[in-house]
């Protein structure tokens, strides 16, 4: 079968278990943010192969958090150390749109296990480790700066070759958005628009959420192997791709970051989310194979979802589409904290996934990204 969409995927991958790999230990952080008041909100949340059962108020109830974070709108009264755009500014904080701030990274880094040989495919070990660090990426700062050495491809022919205007909507239309500067989408958008949004959760080196996620899912009571599936398990004798936290387990009501971030994208693009996904690629050896999201392959699925939300932490991944008939090819980096967004045709025209890394490229670190599955209703149709 050619078409890989993710009923596919699921049916066929999706259900396999994840063996022989035990939970990451991570650390304890000295504050956390459990006492968000979310906990509870978005565990009703259908996966994207059900329908969901109810109405969700995903703005309920905010009032009377004392804990260490704050966003927008109605929390107030914090002491610690994330700071958004609550009502009544906290001291020491830069009071930027939801940014969490002064994170629990740890100042000591780990060269030893930096150094270890990464080929091998035994990786439980490394799974045993405490918090992830950012890292920049010298070598490739270097290859930027090197001298041309192969001879420059060169066109042959006339450079422009077309006079006629064009009118036409392109296949995909790329906006860039400061998360910082705006509190919610305030844009056109039109189905065959990607949107990528920078800085609404975090600064790109704070990996807080990405080591919280991972501590608050790994922390919730349910053994591992039931907690996380692998993808494609398997089925083309490929020990799989990457995990997905199996909904069917009761995982969210342990993990107020996973909610937390579900909320801020509730109130960003001002979505209806019917469902939504925790994938984990645990090193640069897991991917995503391209794919269409099931709205573009399941009519009722259609009815009721128009837009992919994306968000990433931890190790900066490129995220692909390639095009469904030509097969080109367009990738862009996602660097922590970074949402993108994807609307139906762009789900139909093209597939997107998560590109393979080659070995000789490996890294240890960890990506985790949040998929959110909905309606908003000022999205525009192209003719
Ligand atoms: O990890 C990503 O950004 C892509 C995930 C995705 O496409 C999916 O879960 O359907
Ligand atoms: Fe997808």
């Not at 790329?174 to 958008?189: A, E, I, K, Q, W």
């Amino acid at each position: 079968m050619t078409n890989e969409y993710e009923s596919y995927d699921r049916e066929n991958g999706g259900n396999r278990q994840n063996k022989g790999r035990p939970a990451k230990e991570i650390y304890k952080p000295k504050k956390r943010i459990s006492d968000l008041g979310l906990e509870a909100q978005f565990s009703n949340l259908s996966t994207q192969d059900e329908e969901p059962s109810g109405e969700h108020d995903y703005r309920r109830g905010q009032n009377g958090n004392r804990g260490n974070y704050r966003g927008r709108g109605d929390r107030r009264g914090g002491r610690g150390d994330h700071r958004g755009r609550g009502r009544r500014g906290g001291r020491g904080g830069r009071g930027r749109g939801g940014i969490i701030q002064d994170g629990y990274m740890s100042k000591d880094v780990d060269d030893d296990h930096n150094k270890r040989d990464r080929r091998t495919d035994d990786r439980n070990e490394r799974y045993n480790d405490t918090k992830q660090q950012y890292t920049f990426n010298q070598k490739a700062a270097d290859k930027v700066n090197k001298p041309q050495e192969k001879p420059l491809k060169m066109v042959t022919g006339p450079n422009t070759v077309s006079w006629k205007r064009d009118y036409s909507y392109p296949e995909m239309l790329v906006n860039f958005v400061s998360g910082n500067l705006c509190s919610t989408y305030d844009r056109p958008m039109t189905s065959r628009d990607v949107c990528v949004v920078n800085d609404l959760f975090c600064m790109q080196n704070d990996l807080s959420i990405y080591n919280l996620l991972l501590e608050e899912i790994q922390s919730c009571g349910i053994d591992h192997e039931k907690l996380f599936k692998l993808w494609h398990g398997n089925t083309r004798g490929d020990p799989g791709t990457h995990l997905i936290a199996d909904d069917g387990t009761n995982w969210k009501k342990s993990c107020p970051t996973f909610n937390m971030v579900l909320e801020k994208i509730v109130d960003f693009f001002k979505m209806d989310v019917k469902a939504t996904r925790f994938n984990w690629y645990r090193d640069s050896n897991d991917w995503k194979p391209y794919h269409h999201d099931a709205a573009a392959v399941k009519p009722d699925k259609a009815k009721t979802q128009n837009l992919t939300v994306a968000v990433s932490f931890g190790a900066e991944r490129q995220a692909a589409f390639e095009h469904a008939k030509t097969k080109t090819t367009i990738s862009m980096w996602q660097p922590n904290g970074t949402i993108y967004t994807f609307g139906r045709d762009v789900n139909v025209m093209w597939r997107h996934g998560i590109p393979a890394v080659p070995p000789e490229r490996y890294t240890d670190q960890g990506r985790i990204s949040i998929i959110a599955w909905g309606l908003v209703d000022y999205m525009e149709d192209v003719d």
